[in-house]
């Protein structure tokens, strides 16, 4: 099994629930933002301005599920 194939080992930390992010009160990223802005756009709706970075992390994984992007794309 190659390394993009194998899954993280339960209790593996190095994927922590936003909620528990030491810096996810802190604004979110530039990258965060642009992201969210794309992922909107997609989704016919505003873009939000002012989360979080754990909260602009969740809603970036609802517009990605919304928008059909956290599908892995055929030939990839």
Do not use: F, V
Request: charged share 40%.
């Amino acid at each position: 099994m190659s390394k993009q194939e194998q899954k993280p080992a339960t209790g593996d930390n190095t994927i922590k629930d936003p909620k528990d992010w030491t810096t996810g009160d802190e604004p979110m990223t530039g990258a965060q933002k642009s992201y969210l802005k794309t992922l909107s756009e997609e989704a016919h709706l505003e873009s939000e301005e002012d989360l979080t970075k754990a909260e602009a992390s969740e809603r970036i994984d609802e517009l990605r599920k919304e928008t059909g992007r956290d599908k892995p794309q055929k030939g990839h």
